[in-house]
């Protein structure tokens, strides 16, 4: 029998990383999805090609896989019964129909008698892990459910791989074919696995995960908003074009800087290895072929500037440790005013200042007009 990785999701993070990684691990992988088309190549061909774009590229053939409905609970349930690991990247609002389909194979795995099981976690929801645990245990039997959920770990991942915008003409008109960039690092809550995690490619358990999750939202998705609004007010049209510019990059280094001494005061990373990982991730940020756009680097911005996202948030955890948050400061008044006609959230974000001001809506954020960090919001706002 086949060792084999049940992913939940085939789309762009599902095929175009996990099955990576489950692949060169040597197990078979089994795409639990609901698109007919995608289903049915997974079926027709076993295999399928990822490209990888920038330094680095290569085709990669992903072999042994297969396909089955998200719809037929019963196929489901025999395959996460089965698998020796389980994986999520449907994306937060497919939770729902995920967990009836994960509980009936844990019910199946626990009536049958079989070893624990972790769930990888790979979706962009704040504790997406207790999410997907309690929806899960709504749908097992009340006499059961503490002991199966005793012996299934909800293990909630980081995932940073970057993947352009897809187009059919990309892609040959392949329907499984996908662009990614080569990085394929998935740290992993390794407090939450239940008996012994399978040792997966790229997959890195990490005890203080927090300080991960941090990482990630502070300095990936802060700089990535920071090449966003930046740009966006200098008319540039990609997130590449935007790190060229002298003046916006010097800015996301002050950015990266201040977020930097934060999260290595509060989580205790080391300074050389955090540092590495910035300039890393800044020479993936100079990749021409991911080719993301300042529109969609910055488009929501009243998501992106809630209070504990990337921008304030990061802005709040640099004061917590003592850091003055300068650079931080410039950059979220930037991102108020982001007014793509493009984008209802920056539509929606440009007539609430017309109607209410800046301190109004600053206050929503936690933020006094008369803070110190108020006070540098509202005149980079106002460009003084």
């Given at each position: 029998?086949?060792?084999?990785?049940?992913?939940?999701?085939?789309?762009?993070?599902?095929?175009?990383?996990?099955?990576?990684?489950?692949?060169?691990?040597g197990l078979e992988v089994v795409f639990v999805d609901v698109a007919p088309d995608l289903l049915g190549a997974l079926n027709a061909r076993h295999e399928y090609a990822i490209h990888i774009v920038g330094p680095g590229a290569e085709e990669v053939r992903i072999t042994d896989v297969r396909g089955v409905d998200g719809?037929?609970?019963?196929?489901?349930a025999r395959e996460v019964a089965d698998c020796e690991v389980a994986c999520t990247a449907a994306?937060?609002?497919?939770?729902?129909?995920?967990?009836?389909?994960?509980?009936?194979?844990?019910?199946?795995?626990?009536?049958?008698?079989?070893?624990?099981?972790?769930?990888?976690?790979?979706?962009?929801?704040?504790?997406?892990?207790?999410?997907?645990?309690?929806?899960?245990?709504?749908?097992?039997?009340?006499?059961?459910?503490?002991?199966?959920?005793?012996?299934?770990?909800?293990?909630?991942?980081?995932?940073?791989?970057m993947v352009p915008l897809?187009?059919?003409?990309?892609?040959?008109?392949?329907p499984l074919a996908i662009r990614v960039e080569a990085?394929?690092?998935?740290?992993?809550?390794?407090?939450?696995?239940?008996?012994?995690?399978?040792?997966i490619s790229g997959v890195e358990p990490v005890g203080n995960f927090l300080a991960h999750v941090e990482r990630k939202l502070y300095t990936h998705n802060?700089?990535?908003?920071?090449?966003?609004?930046?740009?966006?007010?200098?008319?540039?049209?990609?997130?590449?074009?935007?790190?060229?510019?002298?003046s916006i990059a010097a800015t996301l280094r002050e950015v990266l800087s201040e977020t930097g001494e934060a999260l290595i005061r509060k989580h205790g990373f080391d300074r050389g290895e955090h540092t590495a990982h910035v300039d890393d991730l800044l020479a993936r940020f100079a990749n021409r072929e991911l080719g993301d756009t300042c529109f969609?680097?910055?488009?929501?911005?009243?998501?992106?500037?809630?209070?504990?996202?990337?921008?304030?948030?990061?802005?709040?955890?640099?004061?917590?440790?003592?850091?003055?948050?300068?650079?931080?400061?410039?950059?979220?008044?930037a991102a108020f005013r982001f007014d793509s006609p493009d984008d209802t959230s920056a539509v929606e974000l440009q007539e609430m200042l017309h109607e209410h001001g800046i301190e109004w809506l600053l206050k929503d954020d936690g933020i006094g007009p008369d803070d110190p960090l108020g006070r540098r919001i509202i005149a980079a706002y106002r460009g003084e």
């Open positions: 029998m086949s060792r084999t990785a049940v992913q939940f999701g085939a789309g762009n993070i599902g095929r175009g990383f996990l099955g990576q990684l489950f692949h060169e691990s719809r037929d609970r019963e196929a489901v994306g937060a609002g497919a939770l729902k129909h995920v967990a009836p389909n994960l509980a009936a194979g844990l019910l199946l795995r626990h009536r049958e008698r079989r070893g624990p099981l972790n769930v990888l976690i790979c979706e962009n929801l704040h504790g997406a892990n207790a999410v997907l645990r309690g929806l899960a245990a709504e749908c097992l039997p009340e006499g059961e459910r503490d002991e199966i959920l005793a012996k299934t770990g909800f293990v909630q991942a980081v995932v940073s791989r897809q187009t059919a003409a990309d892609n040959g008109g392949d990085y394929k690092r998935l740290p992993v809550d390794g407090c939450s696995a239940v008996g012994n995690l399978p040792a802060c700089a990535h908003a920071t090449l966003g609004y930046l740009g966006y007010a200098r008319g540039i049209e990609f997130g590449y074009e935007a790190l060229a510019d002298p969609r680097l910055a488009r929501d911005p009243i998501r992106k500037l809630a209070p504990h996202d990337r921008l304030v948030g990061a802005a709040r955890l640099c004061e917590s440790q003592g850091v003055e948050p300068v650079a931080l400061a410039g950059v979220i008044g």
